[in-house]
């Protein structure tokens, strides 16, 4: 919905949150330690989303929404014991029926890829589920082999192009302000990583 809305550098901001709020599910919920560098670059994420409230006077939405929604679904991943192939065909049993209702609906209402007969944008949908599927099916055997820290950590690429899409490609506005609140994160972002480095030396060092 952000995508098609326009709102691809807000989803890009999300998907840089959802590490650092990932981090903090696991220290939550799993008792996941932290050192002093990750602690405080969840300090700077917080400050990053101050900028944008106080620039804009209002909540980025979009953005908390993706970053609380993944971090959610990783911390649920986390206390799945499942193959991943049958943890994916699980979720897509369940979500399914929803799919299907909004297909129908599309359809009936002449709205839908087959009932605009546009065969091109139905061979895209087509694919869309297996660019849906694959990462989906690699995230879930990640999410039970990787602690949630190290989960995160994986996740900056994605965002990345999101961004430089929604800028170049798309030529959606960006001002002061979210460059500012998108320094503020990357940096909390840099103190995350060598966090987690220290972390990965002192392990092999014990």
């Not at 609380?68 to 206390?79: D, E, G, M, N, R």
């Not at 297909?103 to 660019?131: H, P, Q, R, S, W």
């Not at 995230?139 to 602690?147: R, T, Y």
Request: charged share 10%; net charge neutral; aromatic share 16%.
């Amino acid at each position: 919905w952000a995508v098609n809305a326009g709102f691809v550098i807000q989803t890009s901001m999300g998907y840089f949150l959802e590490p650092l709020i990932v981090c903090l599910f696991g220290m939550i919920f799993y008792k996941e330690r932290a050192n002093g560098w990750k602690k405080f670059s969840l300090i700077l994420a917080v400050i990053g989303l101050l900028i944008m409230i106080i620039g804009y006077r209002q909540l980025p939405m979009i953005a908390i929404g993706l970053g609380l929604t993944f971090a959610v679904y990783s911390a649920i991943k986390k206390s799945v014991f499942l193959s991943p192939i049958q943890s994916l065909l699980y979720e897509t049993i369940f979500l399914a029926p929803v799919a299907l209702g909004f297909i129908f609906y599309f359809e009936l209402n002449g709205n839908g890829a087959i009932a605009v007969g546009d065969a091109g944008k139905f061979c895209l949908l087509l694919l869309a589920g297996l660019a849906t599927a694959i990462p989906l099916g690699l995230f879930s055997f990640a999410a039970n082999k990787l602690p949630l820290i190290t989960l995160g950590l994986t996740e900056y690429i994605s965002p990345s192009i999101s961004l430089l899409l929604g800028i170049f490609l798309f030529r959606e506005p960006f001002d002061g302000v979210q460059f500012c609140a998108f320094v503020v994160i990357w940096i909390g972002l840099a103190f995350f990583t060598h966090g987690e480095v220290k972390e990965i030396r002192n392990s092999r060092q014990e």
